[in-house]
C-alpha cells in the first residue's frame, strides 16, 4: 500500500499496519491466501475470506474481510495442527486495537460490517 495522496489518520492507521507485519516476522513467514488456504482455514458465510500468515514460533496472522453488502458475524475455523497451533493454549487478538477476541477449539467468531476487516493474531 502507498501512502502517497492520503489523509493523516489514514497514513496512522497503514502504518500500524506496517509496523505489525514487522513485529510478526512476515517476511519470514509463509503466506496463505484465501484462494488457496482451504487446509490451513475456512471462513464463512459467503462474502468473508481470511488470507494469512503462518510463523512457525510466532503463530498467525490472519487477515479476515467482509466484502458482502451487509454486516455479517464472521466465523473463521483453523487447523490447529496444520497451523502448528494444536500443542498449545491459544489466545487471540485484534492486532490493531489490541481487544481480546474469543477462539474456542480453533474457531473465532466476531461481527465484521459490510466492506469491513479485521487483522487477528492467533498464538
Not at 495522496?5 to 499496519?17: L, N, P
Not at 464463512?44 to 487477515?63: D, E, F, I, K
Request: charged share 25%; net charge positive.
Amino acid at each position: 500500500v502507498r501512502a502517497g495522496g492520503i489523509d493523516r489518520r489514514e497514513f496512522e492507521m497503514i502504518s500500524s499496519v506496517w509496523k505489525l507485519r514487522d513485529e510478526f516476522g512476515v517476511k519470514k513467514a509463509k503466506w496463505l491466501p484465501y484462494w488457496s488456504n482451504a487446509d490451513y482455514a475456512s471462513a464463512s458465510p459467503a462474502g468473508v475470506y481470511v488470507s494469512m500468515y503462518r510463523r512457525p514460533g510466532n503463530g498467525g496472522l490472519a487477515y479476515v474481510s467482509n466484502v458482502a453488502g451487509a454486516e455479517q458475524r464472521a466465523e473463521i475455523r483453523l487447523n490447529l495442527k496444520k497451523l502448528g497451533l494444536s500443542d498449545r493454549p491459544l489466545s487471540a487478538k485484534d492486532a490493531l486495537t489490541g481487544e481480546t477476541l474469543s477462539i474456542s477449539d480453533g474457531i473465532l467468531s466476531f461481527s465484521l460490517p459490510s466492506m469491513g476487516w479485521k487483522i487477528v493474531w492467533i498464538r
